[in-house]
């Protein structure tokens, strides 16, 4: 690698080790079970977390580089998910973060190979609608990875809710895909409680292209107007 | 500003930032979701959090100034539910303090649109009964004040569920609304949980009049008598 | 008082004011909403939470000393609870410590009237059985110390919950009566768990007495054998 | 003891004291109700929590050292549950470590005497099909010990749900028993919550095969190979 590939990795080591915190901050992982990565932009390379090892004892230095092919170029055994997120990376080039949970509220609706209807605002903001289902793929090859891409390819949901597993989100970065997967189980979590209790209200599709639209232009800090 | 203006602000900007440290620990806000105001005394102005800051990251410098048209005084871009804070202000002068969130429980209801029944003793203190309903309204306009303040007025509850969106609380003061917010969510779960497994028992009207006039008139440490 | 009260005393606002910590580490109070009391023993005394003031405020210093009607002794204004307390320690000689909070799951049990059925050993052993249902009683009198006194007197339970209210536990100290607390409603937690999917299965009472009786007798460090 | 042995025991006092941060991290225990134990490789010997402790206050002195009949080797009262720990080492050799606790979810399976049916690929990897129940046993003598091995031999769960009681998790050492104990909640919780609302999705048992087979011989760091 030359210098600023270098300096690139070693930034994109310590953001996605320290994204790991997030994870446990919002009780989306119990032990060893979420992962985040990092696309290195520019080059057919991404950071990831190890395999196996505990979230208190994650740092910049044993974070893992790997090709787009999931082959490790610098560090120990990464995440076992690496296959699905490097087939992310291949086929869309655009992401340049990918999140990997078992959080509860959201799995549930794995488990029943249900969407999550769009009940909440907050769900329009993010989401921009439904949350869909994956479809049930073993580990091992390519098939998660395919999964997650044809249901994500043309759909503005950033989350994917693989049936009986899991969610994977995308982002432009790895922090839009751990704050996708962070919103995901928020609202996963009250459309759950919401239904439990009888039917929740609908959000007409006009509305909810209308918060949509607002959300991804103007939310958030605006660089100052030149 | 004049000088007891500026002591005014400053002290303010201090007690708003700190404030929202009591959304993350009564968990009631993912991610950048709620938010914290008050106004400034006798002044055309408010303090509140800026947009899509970390909660870690927020500090007294960090908090915005705007007037009560929302425009900004003072600070970078407010949070995007300023507006709203800003009509509640305008409408309501006895309101010194507004808090938004999306906790969970709470806007469980709000996504069926239901208000909550007064089922606990703790309801009746602190709202006086129900906690009422909001209509549905999209932001970037006046409509989310206008709702709020269409529900609250002449209501004895210092929260609404606004629709399929969340909770907005009001009170003398931000930290009288930042405690309607936790008390809200605190009894919208109990309430969530009694119904869950049957039909809750009701308070007797006279009961809750009774239980709130006593809360809002003796609780809590007296000025020594003189 | 002399030298030796004033010591015992001392003790007790220490214990009294660490013990609220186990109410906030096991999120069985939101905001001020639960307090804690201990009997200074063979005194007509008892050390209590103040009014309305924030857990992470409390400190020995700030703890009340009131006589058994709860006229304050030293201190600002005692919890709201104080009569509920003071009647306990009068009619309880026993009595050394009283909890009161609104957990959640327990207050779901009491905001439906029902008691807690004995599906767990935990139960058997903490509580000898069911949890009880107390009446709905008005803050301001002695009804809810009659109230918690008639339904424990003669009971197993050190807990009760009073209806649309929240929970009392009692214990030979105030330790005693905050793992009553702690335990209670973990137990009221998993047996809502329990029952929202299907019926439980009942320990037959000979079994609950069995595991009473020694869990009562035998667990925990015993003094050396002299 | 030997100074080898010596050294041994010293070390598992460590781990142990240190794995029931743990069972608090993850909520799994309340008060003192949890508790682990190591077998000391090749030795009659166990290391177990000491009886009714708070785990603020474990730490590797205050453990206890038994041998295989439960009987104190070196230390105070043992936790109440050593005798049906013994009984699972004396039963079973390749057991290094049990973990006993009553967390939430997976004990209201185990309150309706249902084990937990295999919707979830964590599972599969983990349990390697459903979580089975063992019988109702009381305290005392060697019936919970006897109910576990009866339930766990030939079973590829590390994890049994006693009846009305709680959780017992074995592994080949004290952590894997810890992961394991941590995993049965995780996967107890979601399996509640996606069956609350509806009908989970079956995992055909070859796949279930397939994904058990490859967590158990691929996952996590591998040593290097030479």
Chains 1, 2, 3, 4 share one sequence.
């Not at 994956?134 to 098939?143: C, E, H, Q, R, V």
């Amino acid at each position: 690698m030359n210098t600023e590939v270098t300096r690139q990795v070693a930034a994109l080591r310590d953001t996605v080790a320290r994204l790991h915190r997030e994870l446990t901050r919002y009780d989306l992982v119990a032990w060893t079970s979420g992962n985040v990565s990092a696309r290195v932009p520019g080059q057919e390379l991404m950071v990831i977390k190890p395999s196996g090892v505990d979230y208190d004892d994650l740092t910049a230095e044993t974070m893992v580089v790997c090709d787009l092919n999931g082959t490790v170029v610098d560090g120990t055994s990464p995440s076992s998910d690496t296959a699905a997120h490097a087939y992310v990376y291949r086929a869309m080039p655009e992401v340049g973060g990918v999140v990997h949970t078992h959080s509860g509220y959201a799995t549930a609706w794995a488990a029943r190979g249900e969407a999550i209807p769009c009940w909440l605002t907050a769900q329009a903001d993010e989401f921009g609608g439904e949350i869909p289902i994956g479809p049930f793929a073993l580990i091992g090859g390519d098939d998660i990875g395919k999964g997650i891409v044809s249901t994500l390819s043309g759909h503005r949901s950033p989350a994917v809710l693989m049936r009986n597993h899991g969610v994977f989100t995308i982002g432009k970065d790895a922090r839009a895909a751990v704050k996708a997967a962070v919103m995901c189980e928020d609202v996963a979590r009250t459309a759950h409680l919401a239904r439990a209790l009888g039917q929740p209200v609908p959000i007409a599709p006009a509305d909810i292209d209308s918060l949509y639209d607002r959300y991804q232009n103007v939310y958030g800090q605006r660089p100052p107007a030149h």
